[in-house]
């Protein structure tokens, strides 16, 4: 399994083998030495201080016992008893902290031991200052020297113990430190000692893998990989007898591989140059222009049709994109529909586009091309032809405006006899209201609304390409209302200046019954209010739309709320059914002695005319 290897596996595997050896040298050594230095630590800080702790103890207690003897001789036992009671504490200190760092078992017994000799001093030594307050000197002494003095001495004796047990402890540790250490070295240099003895059997390993599969030395190898670079097919290579599955066998195959293949290309692009001949010399007799372009677009080959359709020679166009020829809109066009054509790896089919001669006039070419692959299957670009239609475009557009002349006309028509049709209409009206007095009202509110309708049929009737215009419908609405009510209206605003608005064909009847319906509404309360100013209607732009404000003498009824449908009548009510949502708004407000009605008119019911966009015909 190992002999089946290849070299980078080789490399790898020798190269972990010794780097894991030497990682777990490394790891090793670190825990030992971890070991070694919480031993050395536990040795140089702990167990010494332990010690100390012992020896401070000792001197502790052979400095009770001289005060306890002190007693008897001092004038003032009390001050004796003081620092004894002082030192007490100190000693019970000591042993506490003592017992909080000991480990070493026999030593904690020992201290065990230490502590109950230490409470019979204590209590020993509470006695004696009992015969003392009493008087009894006598007895205190016996006391002292029957049972005080030997439990000091007793207790001495045991914190000496101890103190050599901590000596011994530390002897231990240093061995034991010792110990470690030199385990820790002897097993750093057997670790080491492998690592050497595995990196040179994996060097041998390694050197005889690699010169094997070369079939020789790297640097004759490395000579006839540079001759078959530099083209030298010829030149011979030496192979050992048995060498079927080397590097320079596989090489010789290749030059004897490549010999063969470079005398049969040769021999296919002869015959391609004749065919390629051939075929040049039947595209040269087609009116179309034929073409190639690469992957960026650029042209690889171009026909010498385009000298007779763009007035360029194919030699101008090599390397430049059909995009560059064409005007910058068209360009931007031609170019998003090529891409998603090709994107998709679809065929360009009869795209039309719009270039530039080369003396500056525009010609209509009429472009197909098909998409061609390598053989690995990536996209290397189009092939096709293009064929000029500049004539049958011309031809096609003065038809259709023909067609566009004769409709606009017809449907002006159209739009003039719906007018003279609710003209009669309204003069049937006038007569019924003039036999219905009763209806009268509601006949006008209804001629008013019908003489609306055919306000835009008149307007529709002299406009062309269908589009009546904001600034033509708002003064033949404020027209039609003065001319039925007998009441000047003023007109305020008009022509706009900051260009013109468009209707919506569809939402233009409902504008204009709307601002009939508004302005005829004024005019009414204008009347009531005799003896003041006429109605004033004002159209002014506003953003994208326009404003158009209605004011009249008068006052709003105390319950009136338009948005609420509050205090309306028939009218407002007609207003609200026909009004554009969204695009149209319609608010009241009491603007001192006066009702303003301001009416925002916006997209999509409006929209901006183009320049081309024509007007009312003279």
């Not at 000693?91 to 409470?119: G, K």
Request: glycine residues 6%; aromatic residues 4%; contains cysteine.
């Amino acid at each position: 399994m190992l002999a089946n290897l290849n070299v980078a596996r080789r490399l790898a595997l020798g190269f972990g083998l010794v780097l894991l050896l030497l990682v777990l040298s490394v790891i090793l050594g670190l825990n030992r030495l971890a070991t070694l230095n919480d031993m050395v630590e536990r040795v140089v800080t702990r167990d010494r201080e332990n010690v100390a702790l012992a020896n401070r103890a000792l001197d502790l207690m052979n400095e009770q016992a001289q005060d306890t003897l002190l007693m008897f001789h001092e004038d003032h036992p009390s001050m004796v008893r003081a620092r004894i009671t002082e030192r007490e504490v100190a000693i019970d200190a000591t042993i506490q902290q003592l017992e909080a760092q000991l480990e070493h078992a026999p030593s904690l017994l020992l201290l065990e031991r230490i502590r109950e000799q230490r409470d019979g001093y204590v209590n020993s030594f509470l006695n004696v200052a009992q015969h003392l307050a009493s008087e009894r000197r006598d007895e205190a002494l016996h006391s002292v020297l029957i049972d005080t003095v030997p439990r000091v001495n007793g207790l001495k004796v045991s914190i000496e113990a101890l103190i050599g047990m901590q000596d011994r402890v530390l002897r231990e540790m240093g061995s034991r430190s010792l110990a470690t250490f030199d385990r820790a070295y002897q097993m750093l240099i057997a670790f080491l000692v492998l690592a050497v003895i595995c990196a040179v059997v994996l060097s041998a390993w390694i050197i005889r893998g690699v010169i094997r599969p070369l079939g020789g030395e790297p640097e004759a190898v490395r000579a006839v990989v540079e001759r078959i670079a530099r083209g030298e097919l010829d030149s011979p290579i030496t192979l050992r007898p048995d060498d079927r599955g080397s590097l320079l066998s596989a090489m010789r195959a290749m030059q004897e591989n490549l010999r063969h293949l470079i005398g049969e290309r040769r021999r296919v692009e002869l015959a391609l140059r004749e065919s390629q001949a051939r075929f040049q010399g039947l595209i040269e007799t087609f009116r179309d222009w034929a073409w190639e372009v690469d992957a960026q677009w650029r042209y690889t080959y171009v026909g010498p049709q385009a000298r007779s359709i763009l007035g360029y020679s194919p030699d101008e166009l090599i390397g430049r994109t059909p995009f560059e020829l064409m005007p910058p809109e068209e360009a931007a066009r031609v170019q998003r529909l090529a891409e998603a054509a090709r994107i998709a790896s679809q065929p360009i089919v009869a795209l039309e586009n719009i270039n530039q001669h080369k003396s500056g006039r525009q010609v209509v070419l009429e472009s197909s091309g098909q998409p061609f692959f390598d053989v690995e299957g990536r996209f290397r670009g189009y092939r096709g032809v293009d064929r000029e239609i500049t004539d049958r475009k011309q031809a096609e557009a003065a038809r259709l405006d023909e067609v566009e002349r004769l409709r606009d006309a017809l449907v002006r028509e159209v739009h003039h006899r719906i007018k003279n049709n609710l003209q009669t209409v309204v003069g049937l009206l006038r007569r019924e209201a003039g036999k219905r007095p009763e209806a009268q009202a509601s006949i006008e509110s209804a001629i008013a609304q019908v003489q609306a309708v055919a306000v835009v049929h008149g307007l529709y009737g002299q406009v062309t390409r269908h589009s009546v215009m904001l600034c033509e419908l708002v003064p033949a609405v404020v027209g039609n209302v003065s001319e039925l009510s007998g009441v000047p209206i003023r007109l305020e605003g008009l022509p706009l200046p900051e260009g013109r608005l468009l209707i919506r064909e569809s939402e233009t009847v409902a504008v204009a019954l709307v601002l009939n319906e508004l302005v005829t509404n004024a005019v009414k309360h204008a009347a009531e209010a005799a003896g003041k100013e006429p109605p004033r209607v004002v159209v002014h732009r506003s953003g994208s739309g326009a404003e158009v404000s209605i004011e009249n003498p008068g006052r709003l009824a105390a319950d009136f709320d338009f948005d609420a449908r509050s205090g309306i009548g028939t009218g407002l009510g007609l207003v609200r059914a026909l009004m554009p949502v969204p695009g149209m708004s319609v608010s009241y407000r009491q603007k001192g002695d006066l009702v303003r009605v301001e009416v925002h008119i916006a997209p999509p019911v409006l929209s901006e005319a183009p320049l081309a966009t024509e007007g009312i015909l003279p």
